[in-house]
């Protein structure tokens, strides 16, 4: 099977790496990307193990390009609006 792993550095958390997996709603952490990935898989085999129906979740990646200065304006009532 294949899943998306998202991949985010928590500098809060003194650098730590969290993945996400969207199709099965799974995340796991790690000091490095590769002990996170790792443990991200570790949950997953744990999961399909402990599940005798798993249910995969549908997930959409899209990347989106905005134009920040359009959406910041000293009005408020009108960032409202915009959004």
Do not use: C, W
Request: glycine letters at 2%; hydrophobic letters at 40%.
């Amino acid at each position: 099977m294949e899943f998306h792993f998202l991949y985010e550095e928590d500098y809060a958390s003194n650098n730590v790496v969290t993945v996400y997996v969207p199709e099965l709603r799974i995340s796991a952490v790690g000091d490095t990307y590769e002990e996170a990935r790792d443990n991200t898989i570790d949950s997953i085999k744990a999961f399909y193990e402990a599940t005798s129906q798993p249910k995969n979740f549908s997930s959409k990646v899209e990347m989106i390009n905005l134009d920040i200065s359009q959406l910041i304006t000293s009005n408020p009532a009108a960032m409202y609006k915009a959004i």
